[in-house]
């Protein structure tokens, strides 16, 4: 069994994995550097430039990467998948051991490097998928939709009635003491304390909430599914008035509902909505955007680059936790909490160009990025040519 290779990779997969790479860690420096999970952001930072950073990252970024990533995951599933059955090969054994694998990277990421991982959910959550590989395009779609708004339907409309009762940010003041210890024990203390501190959060955020998770990432995972099954990348060309018609509908629904917060109050009711609605819509239009511009010359030119990224998205993933982190905690150059909004949006638009090129530089001369490799070894049970053979 041999991983997919370079000439039946699509380009544009890669191109949007690699945009969402950025998105994701546009959001996740928030996070590196301050007890973010603890902390009200509309009152911990008050100086101007920090309000309209925030607000940028608020309106482009925040829920609507994790999302994409995610609508990009159950494509894979299903071209993965789709591989193994013209290979006459398991996909309960291979595609469950892939995940396994997944969960093992993401086991080390969330409790050595960082607690805001992502790949242990995705690992746990993609189980869920097997079930539906044969459910048709039909029912992967409509299964879709209810899982999204039923769930996330009844989640605003209680914050709707507690908003209403008069309830808003007040529970933060009994985060202060945790917001106090994050600082001290990020940016002063040793590395086994750090270590404990990032699974007290890394729990925190996951466990209790863990059936909030799969009503948001599943139905992302289907949605991907049913546009793999579709091949609506592929064959984008047959799939155009589809594609024009899904981008009108996810900015339509990414104005309504990924703003509302801006056009109206800002509170609990309108930032769930703005999250858990208006998310998924602003990542779907990110998806239709991105494969409909990638058929002009010019735009594909312009970005193109991100292919690199896309590649190597789990290599580039566990790099800028590994580098954020450095930089932040107190084993490494001590910045946690000490950084602006605005300086963290610079650092993660330099960070993320000097990954291009080390990614441009790392795929000339080897198949995979190493995290991807170690994946593909773990997941086919054999050892897998890295180096790219040169052709003389």
């Given at each position: 069994?041999?991983?997919?290779?370079e000439?039946?990779?699509?380009?544009?997969?890669?191109?949007?994995?690699?945009f969402?790479?950025?998105g994701?860690?546009?959001v996740?420096?928030?996070?590196?550097?301050s007890?973010f999970?603890?902390?009200?952001?509309?009152?911990y930072?008050?100086?101007?430039t920090?309000?309209?950073a925030l607000?940028?990252i608020?309106?482009?970024a925040?829920?609507s990467?994790y999302?994409?990533?995610?609508f990009?995951?159950?494509?894979?599933?299903?071209?993965?998948t789709?591989?193994l059955q013209?290979?006459?090969?398991?996909?309960?054994?291979?595609f469950?051991?892939?995940?396994?694998?997944?969960l093992i990277?993401?086991c080390?990421?969330?409790?050595?490097?960082?607690?805001g991982?992502?790949?242990?959910?995705?690992?746990?959550?993609g189980?869920?998928?097997?079930?539906f590989?044969k459910?048709?395009?039909?029912?992967?779609?409509?299964?879709?939709?209810?899982?999204?708004?039923?769930p996330?339907g009844?989640l605003?409309l209680?914050y709707?009635?507690?908003?209403?009762?008069?309830?808003?940010y007040?529970f933060?003041d009994?985060?202060?003491?945790?917001v106090?210890?994050s600082?001290?024990?990020y940016?002063?203390g040793?590395?086994?304390?750090?270590?404990?501190?990032?699974?007290?959060d890394w729990?925190?955020v996951?466990?209790?909430?863990?059936?909030?998770?799969?009503?948001?990432?599943?139905?992302?995972?289907?949605l991907?599914?049913a546009?793999a099954?579709?091949k609506?990348v592929?064959k984008?060309?047959?799939?155009l008035?589809?594609?024009?018609?899904l981008?009108?509908?996810?900015?339509?629904?990414?104005l309504?509902?990924?703003?509302?917060?801006?056009?109206?109050d800002k509170n609990?009711f309108?930032e769930?909505?703005q999250?858990?609605?208006?998310?998924?819509?602003?990542?779907?239009?990110y998806?239709?955007?991105?494969?409909?511009?990638?058929?002009?010359?010019?735009?594909?030119?312009l970005l193109?680059?991100?292919?690199?990224?896309?590649?190597?998205?789990l290599?580039n993933?566990?790099?800028?936790?590994?580098?954020?982190?450095?930089i932040a905690?107190?084993?490494?150059?001590?910045?946690?909490?000490d950084?602006?909004?605005?300086?963290?949006?610079?650092?993660?638009i330099?960070?993320?160009?000097?990954?291009?090129?080390?990614?441009?530089?790392?795929?000339?001369?080897?198949?995979y990025?190493?995290?991807?490799?170690i994946?593909?070894?773990?997941?086919?049970g054999?050892?897998q040519?890295?180096?790219?053979?040169?052709?003389?």
């Amino acid at each position: 069994m041999q991983p997919i290779q370079e000439k039946e990779r699509i380009v544009t997969l890669d191109i949007i994995r690699g945009f969402a790479i950025f998105g994701i860690l546009l959001v996740n420096m928030l996070a590196f550097f301050s007890p973010f999970i603890y902390i009200n952001p509309n009152e911990y930072w008050t100086h101007q430039t920090d309000i309209w950073a925030l607000s940028f990252i608020d309106i482009f970024a925040q829920a609507s990467f994790y999302t994409l990533f995610s609508f990009l995951f159950g494509y894979g599933f299903i071209i993965f998948t789709t591989r193994l059955q013209e290979k006459g090969l398991s996909v309960g054994k291979y595609f469950s051991r892939r995940l396994f694998v997944l969960l093992i990277i993401g086991c080390i990421h969330a409790f050595l490097i960082w607690h805001g991982d992502i790949l242990i959910l995705y690992a746990l959550i993609g189980f869920l998928l097997i079930p539906f590989l044969k459910v048709s395009v039909k029912g992967l779609t409509w299964t879709a939709v209810l899982l999204l708004v039923i769930p996330n339907g009844l989640l605003a409309l209680s914050y709707y009635i507690a908003v209403k009762l008069g309830m808003g940010y007040e529970f933060f003041d009994e985060m202060k003491p945790m917001v106090e210890q994050s600082i001290e024990v990020y940016k002063n203390g040793s590395y086994l304390e750090i270590t404990a501190q990032r699974i007290h959060d890394w729990s925190f955020v996951n466990i209790s909430n863990f059936i909030f998770i799969i009503f948001t990432l599943l139905p992302m995972f289907l949605l991907g599914a049913a546009a793999a099954k579709i091949k609506l990348v592929e064959k984008a060309t047959e799939h155009l008035k589809l594609l024009k018609g899904l981008w009108v509908t996810t900015l339509i629904g990414t104005l309504v509902f990924k703003l509302l917060p801006y056009y109206t109050d800002k509170n609990l009711f309108t930032e769930v909505v703005q999250d858990f609605i208006g998310g998924p819509f602003h990542a779907i239009f990110y998806f239709t955007t991105i494969t409909l511009l990638v058929k002009m010359n010019v735009a594909y030119s312009l970005l193109a680059p991100l292919r690199y990224i896309g590649k190597m998205s789990l290599s580039n993933y566990l790099l800028q936790s590994v580098v954020c982190t450095f930089i932040a905690y107190g084993y490494g150059l001590g910045y946690y909490d000490d950084l602006s909004v605005s300086f963290r949006i610079f650092l993660a638009i330099i960070l993320f160009s000097v990954q291009i090129l080390l990614s441009k530089w790392w795929l000339s001369r080897f198949q995979y990025g190493p995290a991807e490799w170690i994946w593909r070894i773990g997941t086919y049970g054999t050892k897998q040519p890295i180096k790219k053979v040169m052709k003389g």
